[in-house]
């Protein structure tokens, strides 16, 4: 394959096209709702109507609009059917002709879709994610060319410093130092790793954009590789996700055949394999050492840092370890340009996130906005409020390891400082909206159930404390517990963040303070009186 | 070897390059608490005992794995170090069943000196008693989980040092355990060596040779009665 090449098969591609196109919803929400049958249903009505030549009937990756699922969008008329049926298909054939459908339709310039900022999910519920030439046609694999044809990988490595992109797993650190720092480590063999074990509930941003554009991860992580020296990846990739894994697995097959990826990619000396490694069900092997450990075949438990990844990480080789997301950022910052990029966002958080939002909203559903766009935005305009006129309490953020945001707080821009000063993070994107009907201590026990079971086990603090701490919640909730146990639990809090091992411990704590420092009420509230009971712990209850 | 000069608890010392903070601060004869520690195989910072500040960095860091750098601060007897450490030694006491007066460990217990040199008075947190079971079907040696603080010495010895990879670890969280082969019975194990390395690894009352606990010792009384028979009756043959 060389750039002509990849040219014609774009011609190719756009010459192909219909007069009309009918996008179909296959990702797993919609597949769910059947869709895969709307889908059927679809090409059979157009075959019945003697279409074929002027409809194309697409199964896309995900249209955002999750809650209304399974969505058919139609173009050039720009209409959006929801909660499709494949009964429904005849009718919807029908209304292309002049007639009238009897499905409901959703507003394409409602908030939920005119304040959305796509880079990431650019071409998600746009190109067939089965098909690689759909992703050529729009672009793909340019970048990488360019990147191959006309920089060194110091260029390579200066413009993602330039773009200002921060790592999209919830950290945010800066993506181009860490490149740098991969590619200035010593060393012969080096390793790309793509961080897809995304866990956090409520979170399925990485999921949608491997289900619907995996090119995208592929064609970020050869540059990435390009940049650091590595000719080996790996998609590690939870075992939940077999739909994410079956596209990853044919979209490496697809882009190997056409010489994208392997041995000499657009007959460059460079060369770059990928291949992708399953989780087993384990959240910790979200963390990084903890990753490698699990791709080299071990138990997957953190080891502490450092050494860094960067300097010595998998089989002690320098591996440089992004999130989907951010692969995915990476072909748009090459292909516009790192100004481009550094222009959207935040003085310091420059771009999009994606954000899963999930809970008590109307719109629930998968939204990208510029970095620094209001929470309030977010949730009531493009949300749409909490369902059935209730009033939202708090926004999580961050998963197991967030925050979460009371209502008073809902102008806060989205971006890494401002979550962070609020005690909570930016998160790999997962949003769950809360409205009055929920018991703040409910959700710090929930998380803490989470993290005190998905604890490795590894250090004490972190596999001893949050059984502790989540028996204190627990104890709590029962309102057996006194004042004295509050100020153990807000102990045992600081201990916890300050001693373990890794992430998941050091941040277990985070939903318990946060909702502490904004809710300290409904704790208080379930106190019983302190009495002295002269023996103080010794009359305890046995826990079962 | 570059040599290094670092500063611990405010005093110069050196160290060679490559060295731990705890390699460097035991030669200097500053004294870090340790479990999960073990002289001859790898650290895994583990406990977080060994945990020490560093000026500079906002985190703590484990002395075992932290190698010394030039010019480092590092403070490892705080005020607020002593308090997890007291804290980390409590969740440890409440987490299993550990119950020092009728351990075989009893007075040669690293847990339990632990808590005597740093001060853990008595335990404020809730005690879990969970259930554990007891392997006693090896013919040497017995593996009692209720004393066990998943410090991992064991299997690291029988992987690294004996190169049986017999012991490993099964389970998440508070669930984990230490298992012997695919989780079978010991006695039951073709890799296992009998060569006892993880027993004399073991800090706590875990691991434990056989004919040594409590339970185990007897008494043997028909001894008595031989000798009162041997000299009053002359009849020296049991």
Redesign the interface.
């Known amino acids: 394959m060389i750039l002509n090449d990849l040219l014609q098969l774009k011609e190719k591609e756009l010459a192909a096209r219909k007069k009309i196109l009918l996008r179909c919803c296959m990702a797993a929400g919609c597949i769910s709702s059947n869709s895969t049958g709307v889908k059927e249903q679809l090409e059979k009505a157009v075959a019945e109507a003697g279409l074929q030549n002027e409809v194309e009937v697409r199964g896309v990756g995900c249209m955002k609009l999750c809650c209304e699922g399974p969505l058919v969008a139609v173009e050039p008329a720009n209409e959006m059917y929801v909660k499709v049926t494949p009964e429904n298909a005849p009718s919807i054939i029908s209304a292309l002709q002049g007639g009238q459908a009897n499905v409901d339709q959703t507003d394409p310039n409602a908030a939920f879709f005119t304040k959305q900022l796509s880079i990431v999910l650019a071409n998600s519920g746009i190109v067939n994610p089965e098909r690689i030439e759909s992703y050529v046609a729009l672009d793909g694999y340019l970048a990488l060319h360019e990147v191959l044809n006309e920089m060194t990988p110091k260029d390579v490595v200066e413009t993602m410093v330039k773009s200002g992109l921060r790592g999209r797993g919830g950290a945010g650190f800066p993506t181009g130092l860490k490149w740098g720092t991969v590619a200035k480590s010593p060393g012969s063999k080096k390793y790309v790793i793509c961080n897809a074990d995304e866990g956090d509930p409520g979170a399925f941003m990485d999921r949608s954009v491997l289900e619907s554009d995996p090119h995208s991860v592929l064609e970020g992580m050869a540059i990435a590789a390009y940049a650091v020296g590595a000719d080996q990846g790996y998609l590690y990739v939870r075992a939940e996700y077999p739909l994410a894994i079956a596209r990853l697995q044919l979209a490496i097959k697809q882009a190997k055949q056409m010489g994208l990826l392997g041995a000499g990619i657009f007959e460059s000396p460079f060369n770059f394999n990928v291949d992708i490694r399953i989780g087993a069900g384990?959240f910790?092997c979200g963390e990084e050492t903890a990753l490698m450990m699990s791709v080299e075949g071990k138990?997957g438990t953190p080891?502490?840092r450092?050494p860094f990844p960067a300097e010595s990480g998998l089989f002690g080789c320098p591996t440089l370890l992004n999130n989907v997301e951010t692969f995915a950022n990476v072909p748009a910052i090459y292909r516009k340009g790192a100004d481009w990029f550094a222009g959207i966002g935040t003085e310091k958080s420059k771009g999009t996130k994606v954000f899963a939002l999930a809970g008590k909203i109307k719109n629930t559903g998968l939204i990208e906005v510029p970095m620094g766009t209001p929470l309030h935005t977010i949730v009531e305009e493009m949300g749409g409020g909490a369902p059935d006129g209730g009033k939202i309490k708090a926004v999580q953020t961050g998963g197991p390891s967030g925050g979460c945001i009371p209502a008073q707080h809902l102008d806060t821009p989205v971006d890494y400082e401002s979550l962070g000063k609020l005690g909570s993070i930016m998160g790999s994107g997962g949003m769950i909206v809360m409205d009055e009907g929920t018991r703040m201590v409910d959700v710090a026990r929930f998380f803490m159930e989470f993290c005190?079971?998905?604890?490795?086990?590894?250090?004490?603090?972190?596999?001893?404390?949050?059984?502790?701490m989540h028996?204190l919640l627990d104890k709590i909730l029962k309102r057996k517990a006194t004042a004295r146990d509050l100020a153990?639990l807000e102990?045992?809090c600081d201990?916890v963040r300050?001693?373990?091992?890794c992430g998941l411990g050091q941040t277990a704590p985070n939903p318990t303070l946060s909702t502490l420092r904004f809710f300290r009420n409904e704790y208080e509230d379930l106190l019983q009186p302190d009495t002295f009971d002269g023996g103080?712990?010794h009359s305890?209850?046995?826990?079962k | 070897m570059a040599a290094k000069t670092l500063t611990i608890d405010g005093r110069q010392i050196t160290a060679e390059e490559g060295e731990t903070i705890l390699q460097a601060a035991t030669e200097a004869g500053i004294k870090i608490p340790t479990l999960c520690h073990l002289e001859g195989v790898y650290d895994v910072g583990a406990c977080r005992l060994c945990l020490v500040e560093v000026k500079g960095t906002p985190k703590l860091l484990p002395a075992c794995t932290l190698k010394v750098a030039e010019g480092m601060e590092v403070s490892t007897d705080t005020e607020r170090l002593r308090k997890y450490r007291r804290m980390t030694l409590e969740m440890l006491f409440a987490e299993r069943n550990h119950v020092c007066a009728v351990c075989v460990a009893n007075g040669h217990c690293e847990l339990q000196t632990l808590a005597y040199s740093q001060g853990m008075e008595h335990v404020r947190y809730e005690y879990t008693f969970p259930k554990w079971n007891v392997d006693n079907t090896h013919r040497l040696f017995g593996m009692d989980h209720n004393r066990c603080i998943l410090c991992t010495r064991c299997v690291r010895v029988c992987w690294h040092i004996e190169g049986a990879g017999t012991k490993n670890v099964a389970g998440r969280g508070g669930k984990s355990q230490i298992i012997t082969d695919l989780n079978q019975p010991w006695g039951c194990s073709e890799s296992c060596t009998e060569c006892g390395k993880c027993v004399m690894s073991c800090p706590t009352g875990a691991l434990f040779q056989k004919g040594s606990t409590v339970g185990e010792s007897e008494r043997d009384r028909n001894k008595l009665e031989f000798i009162v028979n041997a000299r009053e009756k002359k009849q020296w043959n049991a």
């Not at chain 1, 005190?452 to 502790?468: F, H, L, N, W, Y």
């Not at chain 1, 305890?540 to 826990?543: D, L, S």
């Open positions: 384990a910790v138990r080891r502490p450092p005190m079971d998905e604890s490795c086990g590894k250090c004490i603090p972190c596999r001893a404390g949050t059984v502790q028996n153990k102990e045992l201990m300050n001693t373990s091992l103080a712990n305890q209850t046995v826990t």
